[in-house]
């Protein structure tokens, strides 16, 4: 068995041990590209967990990432690698002609994962967006051969509104775990809602209010992005239709949450419906 089969096949058991929002087994992803998506999982898993997962050091999550770093710093200058990872990761980059820069923004991403844990404000906040969210969106446009400077504007709008989705969806589960909120404090501040609202779980009217203005920006910017669907069309078309009404159900159930505020919403059986319905009859 070759070196390059054997990596991609470790990438492959990886990724099949882990569920994510990403779609290493999406039926409309092309069969020709599921092993490349599947090696770009792998990578981006690896990162994440080095920056979220175990009980090792901050020092010792940092010098990891920079490892890989090192991996990357490999495929660019066409030097070999003993990592399976990369291996097959040099391969795809090759093949599809992917830039190296949207994967050195995933590490600095995570590196920030490491150190960050508040953001001062909204500008702060879209700056990790464009390493942490965006260049999955560029990486699958490459892979598609889709990647002009339009296309590449309106990926990194849906891709920045999908992170906000889910930075909302889980604003007590990041504090909780790791520390992090990823509510612009200056935005906390102006709306009096304080770091105890998320502690104590206290969804009164100020959270209410700072939550529907979250909301509303990523629904717009969700929106603004929408058309990068109907430029593509066909079945990368139809699953970004998909992704895109799933976001807007999320935000929907987001704003009519009863209770808690700080709870995950869950897609039911009719919000499904919604979304295939809509991304097969759009208006």
Known sequence: MSELKTAYQHCHRIAKQHYENFPVASIFLPR????AVTVIYCFARNADDLADEGDISQEERLSALDMMGEELEKIQNKESSDDPVFIALADVINKYEIPIEPFYDLLSAFRQDVTKTRYRDFGELMSYCRRSANPVGRILLYLYSE???????L????????????????IEQDYRENNRIYLPLEEMQKYHVTEMHIRN??????????????????????????????????????????????????????????????SRPRLRTRDKAWVLWRSLFPK
């Open 201 to 262: 779980r206290l969804s009164d009217y100020s959270v209410k209010r700072l939550l529907d203005f979250q909301i509303e920006r990523a629904r717009k910017m969700l929106k603004a992005g929408a058309p990068l669907a109907t430029q593509l069309g066909g079945r990368i078309g139809f699953e970004l239709k998909l992704i895109i009404f799933g976001g807007t159900r999320i935000l929907y159930r987001l704003h009519n949450q009863d209770g808690s505020y700080f």
């Open 147 to 153: 990647a002009n400077e339009r296309n590449i504007a």
């Open 155 to 170: 990926s990194d709008g849906i891709c920045s509104a999908l992170q906000l989705i889910n930075f909302l969806q889980d």
């Open 32 to 35: 020709r590209l599921r092993p």
